[in-house]
């Protein structure tokens, strides 16, 4: 069994600053990529930034300059640095993990989400 747990979220003023944490954890498997998702109220889920274990990074058009991906591999853990907050970024930040196990078989896992709400 694998978690994925986020963590980071909160109140933001405009112009401020957020890292959002996701750590995955659990045994016999190892990570292939994680990755920032969004959703905002009435709207569909959208990938904010992806990052491979081996260090490689999408992201979103809508996600560059602002927002930074990075990883810890050693940890299983993930990071999203939201920088210049707007409040169109307002919205629950979702984790994902491709992992695969060691007996070769292929997963992905989401964590539970944390709220991110930009508002002076």
């Known amino acids: 069994q694998v978690h994925v747990v986020e963590s980071g979220g909160g109140l933001v003023q405009p112009g401020g600053s957020l890292r959002l944490s996701c750590a995955a954890s659990?045994?016999?498997?190892?990570?292939?990529?994680m990755g920032w998702y969004r959703q905002a109220p009435g709207k569909q889920r959208e990938l904010v930034a992806r990052?491979?274990?081996?260090?490689?990074?999408n992201y979103a058009d809508s996600a560059k300059g602002r927002f930074t991906i990075s990883r810890d591999n050693a940890k299983g853990t993930v990071y999203l640095q939201i920088d210049n907050l707007k409040p169109e970024d307002t919205a629950v930040y979702l984790c994902?993990?491709?992992?695969?196990?060691?007996?070769?078989?292929?997963?992905?896992?989401w964590g539970q989400g944390t709220q991110v709400t930009v508002s002076s």
């Open positions: 990052i491979t274990s081996g260090g490689s990074t």
């Open positions: 659990g045994s016999g498997f190892s990570i292939v990529a």
């Open positions: 994902n993990a491709d992992i695969t196990y060691y007996r070769g078989s292929f997963d992905s896992y």
